[in-house]
């Protein structure tokens, strides 16, 4: 697998150039996404060698860089750019003299939005494909599966032995999520989480367990509620740590559905949060919001009811494993809860902008004693849903 070694930008007097040295020659094509305005470039699956964090500082006509796994087969860049651009030139020069690597280079230069806006045509620019094949897979893509609608009655089977119980691990591959005062990124800190989680729950023989992802790749946010429905799940729990400007402030909270925010700072993590598939360089423009829901719907408002008996018990069992916020169970219109038949929560671990939260979260010891407190609420939920089958 082709390995990337470092990134650079830099500022010349009549454009702006990005450099990836990378270990091997590779194909890439590129593409434009508009508001806020975005180079993407898509590669074959590669390594990335580049810390959490670290990332490179920015120049010119670039403010934002973010990289990752897109898809299986599929490693991809972002770049945000402050102004609409066009690409001069784009070329990979083989290694020469010192440099032992190949370089992907791209030279940006300001446009304006209309030459923009006629660049995101398709084939605008077209992939640029080497002389060897090095094996680029097409294996069925997450966004690919996200084409299917997310409204179809779900598949439960008609006798389950087990209730099933699906984790999202917030973010992935490209889309980093919040950074924490280390450098470590919020995706790694769900995935973590939630593959501890998943471990306690299995251990108890009550649960089946399906996780989004189990690597370090990207899902689009309507994809995990689609897996959520797939899988016939009985509960949903995606797992996200938040940042604040007040570094002081720390605590978990937890979220369920409304199209009403409990408060101000609750509609602006939702909206941060919402705003993944634009990170990762999702064309959004042609999808609909097929997620839009009906709240009178009963069906709706007894999923609602169940997410929100079930946040409650989880804020107490949350407290007894460290600090949680004031009122910690809140309501905003987060998009990855909208599946209308499947209860659901979004737990916010944590801030990882707060020193004490972030040690936390990044102690395996510490994510144990979570795991522990969530898998206490899920069997008192469970606890309550037999009961009331039973009479
Ligand atoms: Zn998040």
Same mark, same amino acid.
Request: charged residues 25%.
């Given at each position: 697998? +082709?390995?990337?070694?470092?990134?650079?930008? *830099?500022?010349? +007097?009549?454009?702006?150039?990005?450099?990836?040295?990378?270990?091997?020659?590779?194909?890439?094509?590129?593409?434009? %996404?508009?508001?806020?305005?975005?180079?993407?470039? &898509?590669?074959?699956?590669?390594?990335?060698?580049?810390?959490?964090?670290?990332?490179?500082?920015?120049?010119?006509?670039?403010?934002?860089?973010?990289?990752?796994?897109?898809?299986? !087969?599929?490693?991809?860049?972002?770049?945000?750019?402050?102004?609409?651009?066009?690409?001069?030139?784009?070329?990979?020069?083989?290694?020469? *003299?010192?440099?032992?690597?190949?370089?992907?280079?791209?030279?940006?230069?300001?446009?304006?939005?209309?030459?923009?806006?006629?660049?995101?045509?398709?084939?605008?620019?077209?992939?640029?494909?080497?002389?060897?094949?090095?094996?680029?897979?097409?294996?069925?893509?997450?966004?690919?599966?996200?084409?299917?609608?997310?409204? %179809? +009655?779900?598949?439960?089977?008609?006798?389950?032995?087990?209730?099933?119980?699906? @984790?999202?691990?917030?973010? !992935?591959?490209?889309?980093?999520?919040?950074?924490?005062?280390?450098?470590?990124?919020?995706?790694? @800190?769900?995935?973590?989480?939630?593959?501890?989680?998943?471990?306690?729950?299995?251990?108890?023989?009550?649960?089946?367990?399906?996780?989004?992802?189990?690597?370090?790749?990207?899902? +689009?946010?309507?994809?995990?509620?689609?897996?959520?429905?797939?899988?016939?799940?009985?509960?949903? #729990?995606?797992?996200?740590?938040?940042?604040?400007?007040?570094?002081?402030?720390?605590?978990?909270?937890?979220?369920?559905?409304?199209?009403?925010?409990?408060?101000?700072?609750?509609?602006?993590?939702?909206?941060?949060?919402?705003?993944?598939?634009?990170?990762?360089?999702?064309?959004?423009?042609?999808?609909?919001?097929?997620?839009?829901?009906?709240?009178?719907?009963?069906?709706?408002?007894?999923?609602?009811?169940?997410?929100?008996?079930?946040?409650?018990? %989880?804020?107490?069992?949350?407290?007894?494993?460290?600090?949680? #916020?004031?009122?910690?169970?809140?309501?905003?219109?987060?998009?990855?809860?909208?599946?209308? &038949?499947?209860?659901?929560?979004?737990?916010? %671990?944590?801030?990882?902008?707060?020193?004490?939260?972030?040690?936390?979260?990044?102690?395996?010891?510490?994510?144990?004693?979570?795991?522990?407190? @969530?898998?206490?609420?899920?069997?008192?939920?469970?606890?309550?849903?037999?009961?009331?089958?039973?009479?």
């Amino acid at each position: 697998m +082709p390995l990337v070694k470092s990134v650079r930008v *830099g500022k010349h +007097p009549d454009h702006t150039r990005f450099v990836m040295e990378i270990s091997d020659q590779v194909n890439f094509q590129i593409s434009m %996404l508009a508001d806020p305005y975005r180079v993407v470039v &898509d590669f074959p699956e590669m390594g990335w060698q580049l810390r959490d964090g670290a990332n490179p500082p920015m120049y010119g006509e670039l403010s934002g860089f973010r990289y990752g796994l897109f898809k299986t !087969g599929t490693s991809r860049i972002v770049l945000d750019a402050k102004a609409p651009v066009k690409i001069k030139d784009t070329f990979m020069l083989p290694p020469r *003299g010192h440099v032992k690597n190949w370089r992907f280079v791209m030279d940006l230069v300001k446009t304006d939005r209309s030459t923009f806006m006629a660049l995101m045509k398709p084939a605008a620019y077209p992939s640029q494909e080497v002389a060897q094949n090095n094996g680029s897979q097409t294996a069925t893509s997450p966004v690919q599966q996200a084409r299917v609608p997310a409204m %179809l +009655p779900p598949q439960k089977p008609e006798k389950k032995s087990k209730h099933v119980v699906v @984790i999202d691990a917030g973010h !992935g591959g490209v889309d980093p999520g919040a950074s924490g005062v280390s450098g470590i990124y919020e995706k790694h @800190i769900t995935l973590a989480i939630a593959r501890q989680l998943a471990d306690v729950l299995k251990r108890t023989g009550r649960y089946k367990v399906v996780l989004t992802r189990d690597r370090d790749v990207f899902i +689009p946010l309507r994809e995990r509620t689609a897996i959520a429905r797939r899988a016939g799940a009985d509960l949903f #729990l995606s797992l996200h740590a938040d940042t604040f400007h007040d570094r002081s402030v720390r605590g978990a909270s937890v979220y369920t559905l409304s199209e009403r925010a409990s408060s101000k700072e609750a509609q602006a993590l939702a909206e941060r949060e919402n705003k993944a598939d634009l990170i990762a360089g999702v064309d959004l423009s042609s999808t609909t919001d097929d997620l839009s829901f009906i709240l009178l719907d009963m069906a709706q408002r007894d999923t609602k009811n169940q997410s929100s008996k079930f946040a409650e018990t %989880l804020v107490k069992d949350l407290s007894g494993a460290g600090s949680v #916020l004031h009122n910690p169970h809140r309501f905003a219109g987060f998009a990855v809860l909208k599946a209308p &038949d499947v209860p659901a929560v979004l737990i916010e %671990l944590g801030f990882l902008s707060n020193k004490r939260d972030e040690r936390s979260l990044r102690s395996k010891t510490h994510r144990a004693k979570i795991a522990e407190s @969530i898998k206490t609420s899920i069997n008192r939920y469970f606890n309550r849903v037999e009961e009331a089958n039973r009479s």
